[in-house]
Structure formats: C-alpha cells, structure tokens
C-alpha cells in the first residue's frame, strides 16, 4: 500500500521523503531533484550527476541516489520547502529561491559584483560561503556544494543589448526576486517576475520579449529557438546551490552523513570545471544555430545605474556579508 501511494504522489508531481528503502538492493534511497532538462551541459544536471557519481563511490555503493529532472519533483520553490520539511532530500536550487528564505543569500545576485568566476568562487568558498551555509542551516537546509551555473546573461526579441538604455522598454521574465526586479527597474527595463515552468511558452507566445539566464540553461533548454539576441552582459553570477535537508541527512549513519557531504564538495569541483568548459562552446553553438551575439566589454555605465542598489539592500543582507563578498571581489 505504501509502495502504491508512493507512486502515485510522483505521478502527480508531488515530493516526497527521501531516505526511503531501495527494495532491489535494501539500501537508502536519495532522490535529488532539478528544474531544468538532464542534458549534458545543463548545469543543474551535471551538479546532480556529479553527485550521484561521487556518493555511490564514496559509499561503496551503500546509498542510492536517484535523479528527477525536468521539475519532477515540483518547482523550486516547493523543492526548498520540502527539503525544509524533509519530503526532499537534496536539490539543486537557484540562488534567487534561497534567498526567499534566507535573505543573506541575496549577495550573490547583486549585479556586476564578481568580475570573473575565481572572484564569486573565492567568495563562496571562503568567509562569504560559510556565514551563508550556517544561517541557512538554521532554516533546516543543509549547503553540500556552492556549484555554478555560469554568468546570467541577457537573451531577447527586440534588440541587442550593449548600454543600459537599451534595456529599456523591454520585458525580461526574472527570477521571483527583489533583486532582479531592482537590477531592470534600475536599467529602465519592465522585470516580469515568473515561475521557471511558464517562461518558454512565454516567450514563444510574445507575452514577454526575453529573459536573463545562464548560457547553459539557453542552450539545454532550446531557448534559441525562440529568441533572436544574446548578449552577453554577465551582469549576475549564477551560483546553483546543491542542498539536502538537514532532517533526512542526520537520519543517515555518521559515517554515510560525511560521505555525503564530501561528495557534495567533490561533485561542487568537478561540476564547476565543466561549466566553464561547456560555456565557451555553447556561445559557438548558439551563434551557429542563428543567434546575433554580442559581448558587453564594458560595464561601466550598467554598473553605475544599479549601484544605488546595494545601499538598499545592505540592510537585508547583513553588513558583514556585503563586507565579505566586497573583499573577495577585489
């Protein structure tokens, strides 16, 4: 009966609890979920395949972990809730959502403060990245790796984007953030904000002319196919967190609890070095499959308009964590 009912939550689209029992092989059970396609450059995937790699080889196999993609275990919001609750047991979640509850997290989407990914990276792995994993571990989430979505760039129907004023009048679909609403607010844009499920159709039906993504999630995700101009801006650094649920990761045994957590580190290393590869292939291909490409050398004036933002959210986000990223950017 437990099995039945079981079957019939995934169907439906529900979470559910994790360290359950494989029945082939008696052994726990971990599902990791994502939102985005399991393709093999998409970045939310390769963070969970890494995963799985490294804790079935750190555990002899002790532990099965078993992959969701494409929002099968719901959307990302909810995914953090359950891991919260522990009715998920690990997902990949886009920093924007974490935010929503734990606001310290906002750091990592203020426009233009990493120059490149060794900055954002020496920030998420020193004081920055462990002030945010313990305050996020009071909210019964559990950071097992800091993995990279790269830079967010800018993709449309209407024009290339190269200044701040020709951001203006377009409707960018953005994460549900207070931050990327301020960051196109501040640019003169019109910031839609909307679930990551409805976007494509979105933007293939014209409700919005385009959106800020990562090049990998463009790729995956065939957005090519419905907008005509890349540009890339890299105004965000797109950190995806990979995150267990506190409750479900303390059920485990000590010894399988700091397997977890070292393949979390291992999967956050591997998976980073493949999304930087991947990224400066992708530009290639999207170019050759009908893209018009536009790189923004200087970011000077984008820079200057938004930067009465961090003033306003310093507050929210906690001095000392704007002083730490602050420091790393340098």
């Known amino acids: 009966m437990l099995r039945t009912h079981r079957r019939a939550l995934l169907a439906a689209g529900a979470s559910f609890a994790i360290i359950g029992r494989s029945n082939a092989q008696a052994r726990p059970i971990i599902r990791v979920g994502w939102t985005t396609s399991e393709g093999p450059q998409d970045p939310y995937a390769n963070a969970a395949r890494c995963f799985k790699e490294e804790v079935e080889k750190l555990t002899n196999n002790r532990l099965d972990v078993q992959l969701f993609p494409n929002r099968a275990l719901g959307d990302e919001r909810p995914m953090l809730d359950g891991l919260r609750l522990g009715t998920v047991d690990v997902a990949v979640i886009t920093n924007a959502v974490i935010s929503q509850i734990e606001p310290a997290f906002q750091i990592n989407d203020m426009p233009f403060l990493f120059a490149d990914e060794a900055a954002a990276q020496r ?14 571990e009071t909210r019964g989430v ?12 800018m993709i449309n129907n209407v024009r290339p984007i190269a200044r701040p004023a020709d951001v203006r009048g377009v409707k960018f679909r953005v994460i549900q953030s207070p931050i990327f ?27 919005i002319d385009g959106l800020e993504i990562p090049l990998a999630v463009i790729d995956a995700n065939r957005y090519n196919e419905v907008t005509k101009y890349l540009s890339l801006t890299n105004h965000v650094y797109s950190m995806n967190a990979l995150l267990m649920s506190k409750r479900n990761l303390e059920r485990l045994p000590a010894d399988l609890r700091d397997a977890v957590r070292a393949a979390g ?29 536009n790189q923004v050398n200087d970011t000077a004036e984008f820079r200057t308009a ?7 959210f310093r507050g929210a986000i906690g001095a000392d964590v704007v002083r730490q990223a602050l420091a790393a950017s340098r």
């Open 123 to 136: 920030g998420l792995d020193g004081e920055m990245g462990r002030t945010l994993a313990a305050r996020l």
């Open 142 to 153: 559990v950071n097992l790796g800091y993995t990279e979505g790269g830079f967010r760039q």
């Open 181 to 207: 609403v301020g960051m196109y607010n501040a640019l003169g844009g019109t910031a839609v904000p909307m679930a990551w499920g409805e976007t494509f159709t979105a933007v293939q039906q014209g409700t």
């Open 265 to 293: 580190q291992a999967a956050t290393v591997r998976q980073r070095e493949m999304s930087i590869t991947f990224a400066r292939q992708i530009v290639e291909s999207l170019r050759g499959k009908g893209m018009t490409v």
């Open 306 to 312: 938004v930067m009465p933002m961090y003033e306003s």
